[in-house]
């Protein structure tokens, strides 16, 4: 059964204190996988797609890694304005069109 | 609008009443999709369109559920006899091409609640 699970559910952070949230995946035979970023009362924005081990993708204070079995987002000097919830996701194994998203991490950063 | 447009953004409905959600997807965008997300949780798939086709409906709950997009464009998702458990944001979101390597663009969602 695919699966996404993502930790900590949780992320306090203090403004420039660098961090890193966790993704890891099973699915067969991965096919990309995803990050998104969620504010409040918002639809899920697309931040990266990341296809094979070893990729890195990074946009300003973020930075994306992949491995065989998880995935890793960076937030380096993390800015008030980068509070939010970030999810990641997969193609389904029996549907390359669908998400199979984890349950996010809530970001805080405070000043 | 350059972006995904839902409407209502917010529905209140009493319990065996229908609704119907409405999405407007960037023009010209192939692919449809829609999500129900439950408070605290992830996106969970409900249905998939290319065009007009419906090519995956296997993620609605229950055949109260329903959706259409009968030129290739705006989208709706009705759900007849609302239960207090269909209480959540539905979120729609488009592609211009088939796959999600391109990334969603997703709407703000329309939150039902179930009363």
């Known amino acids: 059964e695919d699966q996404v699970t993502q930790s900590p559910e949780a992320l306090r952070l203090q403004e420039g204190e660098s961090s890193s949230l966790n993704c890891s995946y099973t699915?067969?035979?991965?096919?990309?996988l995803f990050w998104y970023r969620q504010d409040p009362g918002k639809g899920p924005e697309f931040l990266f797609t990341?296809?094979?081990a070893g990729e890195e993708k990074e946009k300003e204070r973020l930075k994306a890694t992949l491995t065989k079995k998880e995935s890793f987002l960076h937030i380096t000097a993390p800015k008030p304005e980068d509070s939010a919830t970030y999810l990641c996701?997969?193609?389904?194994?029996?549907?390359?069109?669908?998400?199979?998203f984890g349950a996010g991490t809530q970001v805080v950063v405070t000043p | 609008g350059a972006g995904v447009s839902q409407s209502p953004r917010y529905k209140v409905a009493k319990r065996g009443q229908d609704v119907a959600l409405r999405c407007d997807p960037i023009?010209?965008?192939?692919?449809l999709f829609w999500y129900q997300q439950a408070l605290g949780q992830g996106p969970e798939f409900l249905t998939y369109?290319?065009?007009?086709?419906?090519?995956?409906k296997s993620g609605l709950p229950s055949d109260r559920f329903f959706a259409e997009r009968p030129e290739g464009s705006v989208s709706t998702l009705k759900i007849q006899r609302t239960q207090q458990e269909d209480s959540a944001v539905y979120l729609c979101?488009?592609?211009?091409?088939?796959?999600?390597?391109?990334?969603?663009?997703f709407g703000s969602g329309t939150r039902l609640t179930v009363v």
């Open positions: 990341l296809y094979s």
């Open positions: 979101a488009s592609s211009p091409r088939e796959g999600p390597n391109y990334g969603y663009t």
């Open positions: 369109f290319q065009n007009e086709a419906q090519l995956d």
């Open positions: 699915v067969s035979g991965l096919r990309g």
């Open positions: 996701a997969v193609p389904k194994t029996d549907s390359w069109g669908k998400l199979q």
């Open positions: 023009s010209g965008h192939v692919s």
